[in-house]
């Protein structure tokens, strides 16, 4: 079994569309002596989705690890720096929605001395 380290980031970005996707994809040796490929991708920013393809054999691995790559670069993604991940990288907190209006105090006042 292989040590090497078979990983790649691409990002595809086109502002005009409002496109902003990443595409990872990576081998892994299993437990039980195969190999997987897994690929995870989605919006930048977040978690995206998941899939994990089971091969008996490395060369089968890296034979769709490459189809996979091929393709999306064939599509505009781009080559991105791998970096380690925080979990807290995308974390964006969300500002509050606040109501803003104008009231007219002299009706606010009158509604709430008149008797009932």
Not at 68 to 78: D, I, L, P
Request: with cysteine; proline share 4%.
């Amino acid at each position: 079994m292989s040590t090497q380290q078979f990983q790649v980031h691409l990002v595809r970005v086109d502002r005009s569309r409002n496109m902003c996707r990443f595409y990872r994809v990576s081998i892994e040796p299993t437990l039980f002596g195969d190999y997987a490929v897994a690929r995870g991708w989605g919006r930048v920013g977040s978690h995206g989705r998941l899939r994990i393809d089971l091969f008996a054999e490395q060369s089968q691995a890296l034979q769709h690890f490459l189809d996979m790559v091929r393709q999306k670069r064939g599509r505009g993604y781009k080559t991105r720096p791998l970096r380690s991940v925080d979990p807290l990288m995308h974390y964006r907190p969300r500002a509050a929605k606040l109501r803003m209006f104008q009231t007219d105090e002299s009706s606010c006042l009158a509604s709430c001395s008149s008797p009932e």
